[in-house]
């Protein structure tokens, strides 16, 4: 095991003491300012003066504070609150807006940064306090680095942050196409890929909503929902109140991991609720050993019964490919086709085989010569395994080409989202069947 103790000297120590000294100042001018915008009138010359001091003052904090940069990593969770709060909004207007009330969560997350700042300090004095001069000062370990529970809450703030920004951009989008000038095509298509990214890189909503967690589960997903689309959620009042429960959720589980954050950062014990952040660690499922063996279908036969096997392995009374499956007419093909792949990342969410079939032509075979039936035992073996519902389908890097009848997405990522597993990255090909846009060809099992 490392020292408990990092040893600086004398004058480095004063040095440090000096520096969070004055950015424990300027953390107070910052609230001022915030409050000073809360609370002026429509002068806008005086807003204007405030936002230029603000300004001013984001410079000087990234700038001459050296030690942020330094303890990059520790100090108690203070230069990533900093960060999250000057990233929140490049201005006075979009942090105040809660401030002057002393509620919400821009008032918590500066108390937060705040606290960590006075008990800093008050480590940094005594310590120099109990320094002897000519002799070197002894300072914690875990106030210059993070250790492995602070840096995955640090890489779950990071995820929450970004998608609290994604989720605002929704209701933005929403506020948009109401315009009568609004180029509503535009919008419907980065609607579009805005949901798409919401449901493949955010891995940590299973654990933040799953189960009905905060009791906002519902609204996320009629919100994301495959057919959803800005006409269809601009018609009434339900959108809205899904958006604001899920945007609320949002917030305190963001104040949760800032606060645990800066626990960690001050040595004590993180304190989240159970299964909050799930680390899973499983053998790798081979998933291509399997398409190549589909001998194991007599065992599973054995062990599971007929009438199993044919609903669950076969498919047989499942629905057909397609079925269920809306698609918005004014969407180009290979925004339809993203719609089949939004539709195949909501079946690993909901842990249903029968939805993830329902993307795939009857006709489909992969660069193996295996087809539908083959690929289903492989999901459904898959899915008694466990961690089916845990994967995630990712095509923000695919790009669309045509050939033919075909259009092929490439590449489709699938990410198993189980340590030992690593991304599945596949060439999918889509061809026109009954008006939609299914998968009939599937290249690079690997």
């Not at 609204?219 to 269809?232: C, F, M, N, P």
Request: aromatic share 8%; charged share 25%.
């Amino acid at each position: 095991m490392g020292s408990k103790w990092h040893t600086v000297p004398l004058p480095e120590l004063q040095g440090y003491e000096k520096q969070f000294r004055a950015l424990h100042k300027d953390w107070h001018y910052f609230h001022k300012l915030m409050e000073a915008y809360g609370k002026s009138s429509a002068d806008s010359e005086r807003l204007l003066a405030l936002e230029m001091a603000f300004l001013e003052l984001k410079g000087r904090v990234s700038c001459d504070y050296t030690v942020l940069a330094v303890w990059r990593s520790g100090a108690c969770g203070i230069p990533a609150g900093i960060a999250d709060l000057f990233a929140d909004g490049s201005t006075l207007k979009t942090l105040s807006e809660d401030v002057v009330e002393g509620t919400g969560r821009t008032e918590e997350e500066w108390r937060l940064v705040d606290d960590a700042l006075g008990y800093l300090r008050q480590i940094l004095v005594e310590c120099h306090e109990k320094t002897k001069p000519g002799k070197a000062a002894k300072l914690p370990t875990e106030i210059f680095s993070q250790g492995t529970a602070a840096q995955a809450i640090e890489k779950h703030c990071a995820l929450c942050r970004a998608l609290q920004a994604d989720w605002r951009r929704i209701h933005k989008l929403l506020q948009a196409f109401l315009d009568p000038g609004a180029d509503r095509r535009k919008l419907e298509a980065e609607l579009l890929r805005l949901k798409g990214k919401i449901a493949t890189e955010y891995p940590t909503l299973p654990s933040w909503f799953g189960g009905g967690r905060d009791g906002v589960s519902g609204g996320l997903g009629r919100i994301l929902d495959s057919s959803s689309t800005l006409a269809s959620l601009s018609g009434g009042g339900r959108t809205q109140s899904d958006w604001m429960a899920v945007d609320d959720s949002i917030g305190k589980i963001r104040n949760r991991l800032v606060s645990a954050r800066v626990d960690a950062g001050r040595g004590k014990e993180v304190k989240l609720p159970h299964g909050f952040i799930v680390q899973r660690v499983r053998e790798p499922f081979p998933i291509k050993k399997v398409l190549q063996r589909l001998s194991m279908v007599a065992a599973v036969c054995l062990v599971v019964g007929g009438a199993y096997f044919l609903r669950n392995f076969v498919g047989v009374g499942a629905p057909p490919p397609g079925a269920g499956i809306e698609i918005p007419a004014s969407l180009v093909d290979e925004e339809q086709a993203e719609v089949v792949l939004m539709v195949m990342n909501e079946a690993f969410v909901q842990g249903s085989v029968d939805t993830f079939m329902t993307t795939i032509a009857r006709d489909f075979t992969d660069d193996e010569g295996n087809g539908r039936r083959a690929l289903r035992i492989v999901l459904q073996t898959y899915y008694a395994k466990g961690d089916f519902s845990f994967a995630r389908v990712i095509w923000g890097r695919a790009t669309y080409t045509r050939s033919g009848d075909w259009i092929y997405a490439n590449p489709v990522i699938i990410r198993p989202n189980v340590e030992g597993e690593e991304d599945l990255y596949i060439k999918l090909g889509f061809k026109q069947k009954g008006g939609k846009w299914l998968i009939s060809s599937a290249e690079g099992y690997s």
